[in-house]
C-alpha cells in the first residue's frame, strides 16, 4: 500500500459574505479578495506541510493545477514541485497534475517535467488531466475541444520525451516544425504517469490501453467501486490486469486521538471544502460537450447530489471521506481496501481551513499510528511469513 499525501493548497479566508453574494468562489469572484500578505505567509505553510509529509515517511508529495479559483491556488504545479525537488529527499513527487489540455504549448510540460526529474533525482511522477470546465472558459478554450487536445498533448509529449532526434508535428491541434527537448528525462523513457478520473468511460479505457494508473475524486465509496470496475472492465477487454497500485484512491482524512474528537473537529473543515470551495453550478463543472453522452449519462446516472448539499453526516456515511481515531482510520481503510481493491492512496490532510497545527497533529497520527500497520503487513508477506 502506498500513502501519498495530497495538497489542493485552498485559499480559506474569505469572509462569509463573499461566499453568500456569489455563486462560487472560482472564475467570477473578484480576486481583490486575495490578500498578497495572507497568500504569502499560505503558500509557505503548504510547503513546510509537503516537506514536512517527506520527513514523516509518505510515499509520495503530490501537487496539482487549478486556475482563477480559491478552491486551490496552484495554478503552476510544475513550480511547486520544482521548489520541493531539492528540499525534500525519500518521497515521490508527484504532479497530479498538468492540465495538458489547456496549454497552447504543451512542449513547455515537456522541458518542466525533465527538468524538475533530474533536480530530484529521479522521484517525480507526472499526472495529466483535462482540466475542469471552469478552466476551459477561463483560458478561452472550447471545452468541446477538450478530449481531443488533451489527447493529442498527451501524444506528443509521450513522443518528446522518447524520441532522440528532432521531428516535426502536425496535428489537428498543435503545430511545432521542431521538436527536440533538451534535457530528456532522467527516468527511462519518461516518469510513470497517473491520470484521474471522475467517472468517464474515455478515461479508463485511456488509462487502460496505456497501463496508467486511475486515480479517483471525490465520490461516495459504491460510486468510486463503479469507477475501479470500469477500470478493471476495460483493462480486460485489453488482456490486461492491472495491480492494485495503478488502482489510486484520493480522499480526504482526518486522525485525532479520539472518534468523538475527529468528528467534532473535522466538520469545520470539510465543510469548507465541500460546501464552499467545491459550491458551484454544474454547467462551469461539466459544460456542454465536455464529457461525452454515454460518460455524462452515467454521472448522472450515479445520483450524487451536489458537494454543497452534502451533509456533513452523509460525507461521512458515504466514504467522502475518512475521520476518526488512528484505530478507526485503520480499520476502514483495510475495509475499504478489500472491497475496491486499490493499492494507492492519495491522502487530502491539510484540509479547507483547518489551522496548520490541527492539520500537523493528523498527519501526525496518520504517519506514526497508521501506516505502520500496513507497512509490518506488507513485510510480513514479503518475509513469507
Known amino acids: 500500500m502506498k500513502f501519498n499525501f495530497f495538497h489542493l493548497m485552498p485559499y480559506p479566508f474569505l469572509a462569509d459574505e463573499v461566499y453568500e453574494q456569489f455563486p462560487g468562489i472560482t472564475l467570477t469572484c473578484p480576486n481583490r479578495y486575495f490578500d498578497p500578505e495572507q497568500g504569502h505567509r499560505t503558500y509557505h505553510r503548504y510547503l513546510d506541510e509537503l516537506e514536512y509529509a517527506d520527513r514523516l515517511g509518505f510515499d509520495g508529495i503530490c501537487c496539482n493545477e487549478h486556475h482563477q479559483t480559491a478552491y486551490g491556488i496552484m495554478p503552476s504545479p510544475n513550480i511547486i514541485a520544482a521548489a520541493l525537488a531539492r528540499r525534500t529527499s525519500n518521497a515521490r513527487i508527484m504532479v497530479l497534475g498538468n492540465a495538458i489540455g489547456l496549454r497552447d504549448h504543451p512542449l513547455r510540460v515537456a522541458e518542466e517535467i525533465a527538468m524538475i526529474d533530474h533536480i530530484c533525482d529521479g522521484r517525480l511522477d507526472q499526472g495529466f488531466v483535462r482540466g475542469i470546465g471552469w478552466e476551459y472558459y477561463g483560458h478561452s478554450i472550447n471545452p468541446t475541444k477538450s478530449r481531443e487536445r488533451f489527447n493529442e498533448a498527451h501524444d506528443l509529449l509521450l513522443k518528446a520525451w522518447s524520441t532522440d532526434e528532432p521531428f516535426a508535428w502536425y496535428g489537428e491541434n498543435y503545430e511545432f516544425r521542431y521538436v527536440n527537448v533538451w534535457p530528456r528525462p532522467l527516468q527511462k523513457p519518461y516518469p510513470p504517469i497517473f491520470i484521474p478520473g471522475q467517472g468517464s468511460t474515455e478515461t479508463m479505457r485511456f488509462c487502460a490501453l496505456h497501463r496508467y494508473a486511475y486515480m479517483t475524486v471525490y465520490a461516495p465509496t459504491r460510486v468510486v467501486k463503479g469507477w475501479f470496475d470500469g477500470y478493471r472492465k476495460a483493462a480486460a477487454e485489453l488482456e490486461y490486469e492491472p495491480?492494485?497500485?495503478?488502482?489510486?484512491?484520493a480522499i480526504p482524512v482526518y486522525v485525532a486521538e479520539t472518534d468523538e474528537a475527529a468528528i467534532a473537529e473535522a466538520r469545520g473543515p470539510i465543510e469548507w471544502l465541500f460546501h464552499?470551495?467545491?459550491?458551484?453550478?454544474?454547467q462551469?463543472?461539466?459544460?456542454?460537450?465536455?464529457?461525452?453522452?454515454?460518460s455524462l449519462s452515467g454521472v448522472l446516472a450515479s445520483g450524487m447530489k451536489p458537494f454543497s448539499e452534502t451533509s456533513y453526516e452523509e460525507l461521512l456515511d458515504q466514504g467522502y471521506v475518512l475521520v476518526g481515531s488512528a484505530s478507526t482510520v485503520a480499520e476502514k481503510i483495510e475495509k475499504l481496501r478489500e472491497q475496491l481493491g486499490f493499492g494507492a492512496m492519495c491522502l487530502l490532510m491539510s484540509i479547507g481551513d483547518m489551522p496548520h497545527e490541527q492539520a500537523i497533529k493528523s498527519m501526525e497520527l496518520f504517519a506514526n499510528e497508521v501506516m505502520p500497520d500496513f507497512r509490518r503487513a506488507e513485510a510480513a508477506v514479503a518475509s513469507g511469513r
Open 243 to 249: 495491480d492494485p497500485e495503478k488502482l489510486v484512491l
Open 276 to 282: 464552499k470551495g467545491l459550491k458551484m453550478d454544474l
Open 284 to 294: 462551469i463543472i461539466l459544460p456542454p460537450g465536455y464529457m461525452s453522452p454515454g
